[in-house]
C-alpha cells in the first residue's frame, strides 16, 4: 500500500485544534481508502504513536520554538530518511521549518501543501521569509487550499495559480460514533438557560474578548470549550467584570463535545483575522444542524457560515453586531429552525468525506502515478 506522511508542527496528542483535526480527516479518510498514513510532528521527547484509527505519528523532540515556529534538531536531521521511505508528503503551511527543510533537500518524493493560512503576524519576518515561501510553493507538485476566499486574498499565491485545487476541510463523522457517555455534571446542565457555544484553541485570532463584550448585552448563556494561551486573561475578565452568564469550560472530550453542540441554541465564532481560515467548528455546527454565528474575514468561514441560510456572518471586531446576531437567534425559534433545516442539506452537499476528501484521494493517485 502506498505511505503518505503528513508534515505539520502539532498534531494530536501534543496539542487539539481544528487544524489537527483537519489533518485527522485526511488522515483517516485515506487510510480507510487503502492507503498507510503518517504523521510527523514535534513535541517534548522522541517518540512514537498509533491512533486508534491506525495513524502511526512520529513526535520528534523540540529543541526550541521561534515565533510559534517549533524547531527540532532530530527532526532536522530525519528529514532525508522521512522523505525517501514514503511515497508522498503532503505538507501543511504554515512551518517554516518544515519548509526550509523542503528547501535544501533535493528529495523527489512527490508533495504537495494544503495552504491552511496566510502569515498574519510580525509583518517584517514575514517580507524576508516571502522569497523562501514562493520557492517552497514553486517546488510543491499540488497546493490545495481551503477555500478560493482565501486563494482570492493572498497574492502571492496567483503565480501558482495552475497547480491551486480548492479543497475546503471535512468531517470525519465516525468520531462522533460510538462516544462514551457524558459527564453527568454537564448532562445536569440540560435545563438551563439556552447557551451559545464558542469551541476552540483560545488563541489570539479568535476574537474571544469581543466575544467578552458582546456577553453583556446577550439574553442567554455563552460557554466557551477549550484551552490555550488565554484561559488565565479570560478568566480574570470574567471575574473582575462579574459576567455571570459566561463559563469556561475547559477541554472537552469528544462525548462532552458532542453533547455540548447538540445541546447548543448556535456555534459562535467570533474571530477578529484571516488567521481564521475556515473554521472547523462551524463544520461541526453544521453537522449537528446548528445555526451559526461567524465573522466576515475573507476565507472559508463564510463558505461554511452562509449568511442568511445557516447562520449570520457579522464584521470582525464588532462586539454590538455579535450582541445582536445572537439575541436574534436567542429569541427567534422559527429562524433558527429553518438555519438548522438548511445546515443539513449544506453540510450533506459540500462537506461530508465522499465529496472532498475523494479530491485528496485524486491528488494523491495522481502524483503516484
Known sequence: MPQV??????YFPETSGGLEE????????????GFTVKVVSVGPADYTVTSPEGICTQFYKKTWDFFSNPFSVSFARAFSDISRHTDLLHFHFPWPTAEMLALVHAQKTPSLVTFHCDIHRMPALKTLYLPFVRRFLHKMDCICVTSWQLFYNTPYLAPFAHKIREIPLFMNEQRFAGLGPVDPALAASAGK?????????LRWYKGLDILLDAAKTTHGDIRIAGT??????????IRNENLTNVHLMGFQSDADLA???QNARMVVLPSITAAEAFGQVLLEGLYFQKPLVS?????????????????LVVPPGCSRSLTLAMNTLFSDNALCKRFSQNAQHHYAAHFTPAAQ???YLEIYRSLLN
Open 5 to 10: 506522511t503528513h508534515v505539520f508542527k502539532t
Open 22 to 33: 483537519a489533518i485527522r480527516q485526511c488522515a483517516v479518510h485515506a487510510a480507510a481508502k
Open 193 to 201: 438557560k439556552p447557551f451559545a457555544l464558542f469551541v476552540g484553541v
Open 228 to 237: 490555550g494561551p488565554l484561559l488565565d486573561k479570560l478568566a480574570a475578565r
Open 259 to 261: 453533547w455540548l453542540i
Open 295 to 311: 465573522t466576515s474575514l475573507g476565507t472559508g468561514t463564510s463558505v461554511v457560515n452562509r449568511h442568511g441560510y445557516t447562520g
Open 357 to 359: 476528501g475523494q479530491k
